[in-house]
Structure formats: structure tokens, C-alpha cells
């Protein structure tokens, strides 16, 4: 089965440039809106801090200017919570550039406040709420544009650090030391934001394939239907009207009629009983799946002009965890050479050794190409509504098992089935 992974690149530009499919774009919309709104509230946050911080520990001087950076601040991070309720995807897009305007604003009331006064501790304050901006940045889930904003945090930090020496008295040293916890919250902020956007593509690409294993599902039940009635109006259906049809010499009183009617309608049970076993073979429950590969064999010979040797030798004669995706694999498989592999012969092995369960079917028909079981060209043919083979594939994969198809050396075709066992 096709797994169609979403583009990364895509993905870059949170993944609203069009992908076709409105329930991944709504999960990645919902993600990104939600980063949007904890940068908001660590804006906000950021905002109480610097108000608190010139309130309560007020500069010498400059006070006016300072206060005319924190106002405009305030005003800019309460405008920023109207678009965090339901924003545009442009402006999702977009949106790291804000932490930009949250730097230049704590950077512009650290300096303020460092050149107020020869001695002050409002800078040196001021200077741990640089830490929010990598935090911030980390909601991105976008490692490059998180990088964009850590690093220029890391550089403007220790700038205003060493402009704010003066006022606080602080060594080089400890500059430096504190220079690096801000390196690393940033470099943290990168590795979480790595990890976020992982999960979020996890997530988005677990939708996608369970929409598409959900529509592949509705598929095979439709081709099963569909099989269902032409299999009963091509066979059964057809003896009971032939059986109708020859009532009216019976009425007559022919005595060969009778035979004719006894003929078709015993021909009808026969195969209303073989459709009945494919669809729940009761046996596969009652006898193990040797016995039911062996009555599988049996009702596809009656029924065709096949000869079909069963080898269940190496198989227990006791029911398996594999059996019900085996006999799957194996009426899948029988099918298909019935219609396509033009074969006279088939044989059909079961083994179970070393912890695996494994189905051989070889025929000696037309054979195949590489390119015909390749996983390209069972995609395609699953596009088109064929899906037995390819939905076979799938099952055993999902079980941990495998599906091979190959040609055979001189002329048909090699097919194996393989399920793991638990001890």
C-alpha cells in the first residue's frame, strides 16, 4: 500500500501551500495555532516582568523614555492576542517574527536602564528575561527559524551584558557564564523544537495513512461484494434457473427431466456450499488451516480445470495464530491464477519451522515480470480499484509477514507467503 509521506518542505511553510487534504492541513493548522498562543502567553509574561521590574526597582534616570518602551511594549503584546484566537495561515507563517520585536524591546529598557544611573541593578534584572526568548522561539516547531531567533538572542545578550557592566558591576566572568545559560536555553529550544515538529509530522502522517487504510477498506469490501454477487449469479444462480427451466417437462412427465433438474440443482448446493466456505470456511476454525487448504484445493478443482497438489506435511495438525491470514493469502493467490495464469497445474505447500509460517503457491502458467509485483505497480493498481494482491501484501506486513511474487525458472509463478509466529 501506498504510504505517501508529507512534504518536508511543505511542512516548512507549515504545510498550507495547498496539500489537497483539508485533515491534515487542519493538523497542522491546530499545532501551529497552538505555538502561536504559548508565545503569546510567554509574551505576556514577558511584559509583567518588565513592568514589575522598572516599577518596583525604578532607574535613577531616563525613567520617561523607559516607561515609553515598556507602554509601547504593553500595547504590542495585548494587540498579539487577538490574532492567537483563530490567526490566518499567513500570519501563522509569520509569526516568529514577532520575537524579533520582543528582543529589541527588552534589549532597548536593558540599555535604558543600564545608562540611567553609575550604579543600578535594574539592567542586571532585566537581563534574566532574556531567557523567554528562546522559549518562545521553541513553540515554532521550526528548528531553522528557532536557530534565527537563539542566536541573535545569545549575541544581543551578551552585548547588553557588557554595556551593562558599568552599572552592576559585574565581572567578565560571571558575563560570560551567564552568557551561556542563555546559549544553551537556546540550543534546547532547537532540539525541542526538532522534536515537536517530528511529533506533529508523526501525527499528520498517521492521519493520512488512517484515511487511507479506511479507504482502502470501503474498497476491498466493495470488490468483495462485488465478487460475492457475480460469483452467485455466474454460478448458483444460473443451475436454479436451469432447474426451473426444465420444470415444464417435468410437468410433462419426462423422466429424463427430472435427472436434469436433480443435476442442476445438486451442482447449485455445491456451489453455494464452496461460496459459503470461502467467505467463513467453519473448517479453518474446526480442523486447522491444513485440512482447510485442502477442501480450498478441492472446490477450486471441481470448479476449474486445474490440478492442484496440497503438501501439508510440515504443517501441525492443530489451529495457528497465521492460519486465518494464510488461507486469506492462499484464496487470493489460487484466485488469481484461475483467472489470469492460464496453468494447468499448481501446487500449494505449507511449512512452519523456525518460528514462521510459510505458504508456497508455484503454477506452471503464462508467469509474470518483475515490474508487474513491483511495489510501484501494485500501487497503481490499487488507484485503479485492484486490490487483492496488493491488499494481501499489506495485511502480512502489518501481521510482520511478507508477500512475494517472482516468476519461475522455464515458465509461471513463484509465490510466498510468510507470518511470523510467537512461541
Same mark, same amino acid.
Given at each position: 500500500?501506498?504510504?505517501?509521506?508529507?512534504?518536508?518542505?511543505?511542512?516548512?511553510?507549515?504545510?498550507? $501551500?495547498?496539500?489537497?487534504?483539508?485533515?491534515?492541513?487542519?493538523?497542522?493548522?491546530?499545532?501551529?495555532?497552538?505555538?502561536?498562543?504559548?508565545?503569546?502567553?510567554?509574551?505576556?509574561?514577558?511584559?509583567?516582568? %518588565?513592568?514589575?521590574?522598572?516599577?518596583?526597582?525604578?532607574?535613577?534616570?531616563?525613567?520617561?523614555?523607559?516607561?515609553?518602551?515598556?507602554?509601547?511594549?504593553?500595547?504590542?503584546?495585548?494587540?498579539?492576542?487577538?490574532?492567537?484566537?483563530?490567526?490566518?495561515?499567513?500570519?501563522?507563517?509569520?509569526?516568529?517574527?514577532?520575537?524579533?520585536?520582543?528582543?529589541?524591546?527588552?534589549?532597548?529598557?536593558?540599555?535604558?536602564?543600564?545608562?540611567?544611573?553609575?550604579? $543600578?541593578?535594574?539592567?542586571?534584572?532585566?537581563?534574566?528575561?532574556?531567557?523567554?526568548?528562546?522559549?518562545?522561539?521553541?513553540?515554532? %516547531?521550526?528548528?531553522?527559524?528557532?536557530?534565527?531567533?537563539?542566536?541573535?538572542?545569545?549575541?544581543?545578550?551578551?552585548?547588553?551584558?557588557?554595556?551593562?557592566? $558599568?552599572?552592576?558591576?559585574?565581572?567578565?566572568?560571571?558575563?560570560?557564564?551567564?552568557?551561556?545559560?542563555?546559549?544553551?536555553?537556546?540550543?534546547?529550544?532547537?532540539?525541542?523544537?526538532?522534536?515537536?515538529?517530528?511529533?506533529?509530522?508523526?501525527?499528520?502522517?498517521?492521519?493520512?495513512?488512517?484515511?487511507?487504510?479506511?479507504?482502502?477498506?470501503?474498497?476491498?469490501?466493495?470488490?468483495?461484494?462485488?465478487?460475492?454477487?457475480?460469483?452467485?449469479?455466474?454460478?448458483?444462480?444460473?443451475?436454479?434457473?436451469?432447474?426451473?427451466?426444465?420444470?415444464?417437462?417435468?410437468?410433462?412427465?419426462?423422466?429424463?427431466?427430472?435427472?436434469?433438474?436433480?443435476?442442476?440443482?445438486?451442482?447449485?448446493?455445491?456451489?453455494?456450499?464452496?461460496?459459503?466456505?470461502?467467505?467463513?470456511?467453519?473448517?479453518?476454525?474446526?480442523?486447522? %488451516?491444513?485440512?482447510?487448504?485442502?477442501?480450498?484445493?478441492?472446490?477450486?478443482?471441481?470448479?476449474?480445470?486445474?490440478?492442484?497438489?496440497?503438501?501439508?506435511?510440515?504443517?501441525?495438525?492443530?489451529?495457528?495464530?497465521?492460519?486465518? %491470514?494464510?488461507?486469506?493469502?492462499?484464496?487470493?493467490?489460487?484466485?488469481?491464477?484461475?483467472?489470469?495464469?492460464?496453468?494447468?497445474?499448481?501446487?500449494?505447500?505449507?511449512?512452519?519451522?523456525?518460528?514462521?509460517?510459510?505458504?508456497?503457491?508455484?503454477?506452471?502458467?503464462?508467469?509474470?515480470?518483475?515490474?508487474?509485483?513491483?511495489?510501484? $505497480?501494485?500501487?497503481?493498481?490499487?488507484?485503479?480499484?485492484?486490490?487483492?494482491?496488493?491488499?494481501?501484501?499489506?495485511?502480512?506486513?502489518?501481521?510482520?509477514?511478507?508477500?512475494?511474487?517472482?516468476?519461475?525458472?522455464?515458465?509461471?509463478?513463484?509465490?510466498?507467503?510468510?507470518?511470523?509466529?510467537?512461541?
Amino acid at each position: 500500500m501506498s504510504r505517501r509521506r508529507i512534504s518536508r518542505a511543505g511542512f516548512t511553510a507549515w504545510g498550507f $501551500s495547498g496539500s489537497g487534504e483539508p485533515a491534515l492541513d487542519r493538523i497542522l493548522y491546530q499545532h501551529a495555532l497552538l505555538g502561536l498562543r504559548v508565545q503569546v502567553v510567554l509574551r505576556l509574561t514577558l511584559t509583567v516582568f %518588565l513592568v514589575l521590574v522598572v516599577a518596583l526597582d525604578p532607574p535613577a534616570q531616563l525613567r520617561a523614555p523607559i516607561w515609553a518602551v515598556v507602554g509601547a511594549y504593553l500595547a504590542w503584546a495585548l494587540a498579539s492576542i487577538a490574532p492567537a484566537r483563530r490567526a490566518a495561515r499567513r500570519t501563522l507563517r509569520w509569526a516568529w517574527l514577532a520575537l524579533l520585536v520582543d528582543l529589541l524591546a527588552l534589549t532597548a529598557v536593558a540599555v535604558l536602564a543600564a545608562r540611567s544611573d553609575q550604579t $543600578s541593578w535594574t539592567s542586571d534584572v532585566l537581563l534574566t528575561g532574556f531567557a523567554f526568548i528562546p522559549m518562545a522561539a521553541a513553540t515554532q %516547531l521550526r528548528p531553522a527559524v528557532c536557530a534565527a531567533i537563539a542566536v541573535p538572542t545569545t549575541l544581543v545578550f551578551l552585548l547588553t551584558s557588557a554595556a551593562a557592566r $558599568s552599572a552592576n558591576g559585574e565581572p567578565w566572568s560571571s558575563v560570560l557564564l551567564h552568557t551561556l545559560v542563555i546559549a544553551g536555553l537556546g540550543a534546547g529550544s532547537i532540539l525541542l523544537s526538532a522534536v515537536a515538529r517530528s511529533r506533529v509530522l508523526t501525527i499528520a502522517t498517521l492521519a493520512r495513512e488512517r484515511s487511507e487504510l479506511l479507504d482502502d477498506a470501503v474498497r476491498i469490501e466493495a470488490r468483495e461484494r462485488r465478487e460475492l454477487a457475480e460469483a452467485l449469479h455466474d454460478g448458483a444462480l444460473q443451475f436454479v434457473l436451469a432447474a426451473r427451466a426444465e420444470m415444464d417437462a417435468v410437468r410433462r412427465g419426462e423422466p429424463v427431466a427430472i435427472d436434469r433438474v436433480d443435476t442442476a440443482l445438486a451442482q447449485s448446493g455445491r456451489l453455494l456450499r464452496s461460496t459459503l466456505a470461502a467467505l467463513n470456511p467453519a473448517v479453518l476454525e474446526r480442523h486447522g %488451516l491444513s485440512t482447510a487448504i485442502t477442501e480450498l484445493a478441492r472446490a477450486t478443482e471441481s470448479s476449474s480445470d486445474l490440478s492442484i497438489l496440497v503438501d501439508t506435511a510440515a504443517w501441525p495438525d492443530h489451529p495457528t495464530a497465521a492460519d486465518a %491470514l494464510l488461507f486469506a493469502a492462499a484464496r487470493e493467490l489460487l484466485g488469481n491464477v484461475v483467472r489470469h495464469a492460464r496453468a494447468r497445474h499448481v501446487e500449494m505447500t505449507l511449512e512452519h519451522a523456525d518460528g514462521q509460517a510459510r505458504l508456497v503457491v508455484v503454477d506452471d502458467g503464462i508467469g509474470i515480470t518483475d515490474d508487474d509485483v513491483s511495489q510501484q $505497480s501494485l500501487d497503481a493498481r490499487m488507484a485503479n480499484g485492484h486490490l487483492g494482491l496488493a491488499s494481501r501484501r499489506v495485511r502480512l506486513a502489518v501481521a510482520g509477514g511478507s508477500l512475494s511474487v517472482r516468476p519461475r525458472t522455464g515458465s509461471g509463478t513463484v509465490a510466498v507467503a510468510t507470518v511470523p509466529l510467537e512461541p
